[in-house]
């Protein structure tokens, strides 16, 4: 199975001569104590954590999977002393407050724990991730008594959360939710319904399980207006914080998956279970979504790390296993054939797996310093300042959730193709990146959900294409000053000059359409998505090979085969991958009337 190694070296490459991270945590609240040196601590301890105690544990945890006895849930062989470890080290409360526990460090730090964690072992780092969403949700909308309550426990790890929202009758959908919230009179509710779907729903890792479940009032108005939130935990919590009875919201059962099976799906029964209300009254969706951006920034996460993992893989089988002689002729004098490395195809595979990896991980950083200022706009109380990042971030979240773990699927397929036979075994490990990847697509909002978000809401409804535009005048800007240099850079810089225009040049015209033809949008949204994906990506690569050929410019042996790789990876982005946009472009202009004319009836299997 691949043993996966933190790539370090591109991670610091990002942070420290990409991104400037250091200049960009001093100007945050509390950022001063993001040192490189910290920094640098927090990355090395993350990846011997996450390379000795968390990746050993993925394939056996795959194998064995979780076990459901009367309710109670039972993880993997080595998953609950990995998660006491995890907790030990203080990993769970990296960037929340200090007064609940925490070190209070930029949120982006997180993000990077995740990235190695996930790449290591996805299905268990499912369970500390999902305690994220109900921390900043009571954190953001909890009472004091409810924050003082539940925040330090779920900061240190010792509890863990959920966020429990579909049902069977809905998924993205959520105006349809029928769970019921009946009132106490003593500030209390008891619920009923049953959730699907919800991740650790239940588990042996933590004492506690803390639920945030949407639900309904007696008197609540219809669809997505009638939904408030509740605080529902496993254990009831005594006033002086300690455990008492058992609440009455038990696991009726594990998902059977196909994929992160070490991950506990569970379909959740509520029945007159005590909740306590968190937010205002008919709002609680409204206070769910609060964080959404940081939640497909994480699945978006997932598409990276799939990449990453499979390309761990995939290489050093390439670079051992020997098939045949090269097709420009013989490359290892001292074999019989030659390793699958030296062919053309398997090489495109590895260098695709590697530019979406690199790409990926550029573009999630970039938006990870765009959701420091917003939480910190949260943090300082500014609401002008946190609505004006969560916009900016909101036009990148369906492109990195969407886009990157679509391509994150494709990269782990590609692992499989690159072992041949071997990859559909299970003992090699690569068969499984592909079923764990598989989710990535769906849960969050599909792909199509994204897209339709992207196009039809943040692109023609709430900005009139300003998103669009705001975004390609960076393109422009960033590629501007180098449309006259020679070699590969000046190639790429031109090229995104061309796509930034063209993007504008597409939106406009989808926008004109969609006036007469409301179908566009629904019929374009996917191609604009992965159109969008491709464009953006390019942009960050450029960003990336102008740094890499300022650095090989300056001479100097340290760090040149880093610096060349870059810029060979970019310009193998650039030739191979980016020319996939105008498939997308063709498609999206294309008339609604192939997809529409057809009627129900027809669709037919007889």
């Given at each position: ?26 100007g ?9 040196d ?19 544990l ?12 009367d ?90 959360g ?65 939904i408030?939130l ?63 951006n ?61 530019a ?22 949260v ?12 916009d ?29 036979g ?6 090699h ?31 023609l ?12 005048n ?5 590629a ?61 690569w ?58 129900n ?6």
């Amino acid at each position: 199975m691949p043993q996966y190694k933190a790539p370090l070296r591109d991670v610091r490459f990002l942070l420290n001569e990409v991104f400037d991270y250091e200049g960009h945590y001093k100007g945050l609240p509390g950022g001063d104590e993001a040192t490189p040196d910290m920094v640098d601590a927090i990355l090395e301890g993350c990846a011997t954590f996450c390379e000795e105690v968390l990746a050993p544990l993925n394939l056996p945890g795959d194998l064995e999977g979780c076990t459901i006895q009367d309710g109670e849930v039972t993880t993997p062989k080595g998953f609950k002393e990995a998660y006491a470890e995890y907790v030990a080290g203080g990993w769970q409360g990296l960037s929340h407050p200090k007064e609940y526990g925490g070190q209070e460090l930029p949120m982006s730090l997180n993000l990077l724990k995740a990235e190695m964690m996930g790449t290591a072992n996805w299905s268990f780092t499912m369970y500390p991730g999902l305690s994220l969403g109900c921390m900043n949700t009571v954190f953001q909308f909890g009472s004091t008594e409810q924050k003082n309550t539940y925040m330090p426990p779920l900061v240190s790890g010792e509890w863990t959360g959920t966020m429990c929202l579909t049902e069977p009758q809905c998924g993205t959908d959520l105006g349809q939710v029928k769970t019921k919230a009946e009132p106490v009179g003593d500030g209390t509710y008891k619920l009923t319904g049953t959730k699907i779907f919800i991740s650790s729903g239940e588990h042996d890792l933590a004492e506690n399980i803390i639920h945030i479940v949407l639900a309904r009032l007696p008197d609540a108005p219809k669809g997505t207006r009638g939904i408030s939130l509740f605080i529902v935990p496993k254990f009831l919590v005594n006033k002086d914080g300690s455990l008492g009875a058992r609440n009455t919201v038990r696991a009726g059962a594990l998902e059977h998956k196909m994929g992160i099976r070490a991950s506990a799906t569970c379909v959740m029964n509520f029945d007159d279970a005590i909740g306590y209300m968190i937010a205002e009254p008919n709002k609680g969706l409204e206070a769910m979504f609060t964080f959404m951006n940081t939640a497909r920034i994480g699945t978006a996460v997932q598409g990276l790390a799939h990449a990453e993992l499979s390309y761990q893989g995939a290489l050093p089988y390439a670079k051992e296993r020997r098939s045949m002689r090269a097709v420009s002729g013989k490359k290892d004098a001292d074999h019989p054939n030659d390793a699958l490395i030296w062919h053309a195809d398997v090489r495109r595979m590895l260098l695709t797996q590697k530019a979406v990896a690199e790409g990926a991980r550029a573009m999630i950083y970039h938006a990870a310093k765009l959701a420091d200022h917003m939480v910190a706009g949260v943090a300082e109380g500014n609401k002008a300042k946190y609505e004006e990042y969560d916009d900016r971030l909101g036009f990148y979240t369906p492109i990195l959730k969407g886009f990157i773990t679509e391509l994150g699927l494709e990269c782990a397929n590609i692992g499989m193709q690159v072992f041949g036979g071997h990859g559909y075994i299970k003992e090699h490990g690569m068969e499984q990146i592909a079923r764990d990847a598989r989710i990535s697509t769906l849960y969050e909002g599909t792909t199509g959900i994204q897209a339709l978000d992207l196009l039809g809401r943040k692109t023609l409804l709430q900005s009139r294409g300003k998103c669009v535009f705001n975004f390609t005048n960076e393109m422009i800007a960033q590629a501007k000053p180098h449309l006259l240099d020679g070699g590969p850079v000046g190639k790429m810089a031109r090229a995104c000059f061309k796509r930034a225009l063209q993007w504008k040049w597409l939106t406009l015209q989808i926008m004109l359409r969609a006036n007469k033809d409301r179908d566009v949008v629904s019929a374009a949204c996917n191609d604009f998505l992965m159109y969008s994906g491709y464009v953006m990506m390019g942009h960050f690569w450029l960003k990336q090979a102008i740094v890499a050929n300022e650095k090989l410019a300056k001479g100097g042996k340290d760090s040149k085969e880093f610096y060349t790789a870059k810029l060979q990876t970019a310009e193998f982005y650039f030739e191979r991958l980016l020319p996939r946009a105008d498939g997308h472009k063709k498609t999206m202009m294309s008339s609604t009337s192939s997809i529409m004319q057809m009627n129900n009836e027809h669709f037919s299997f007889n």
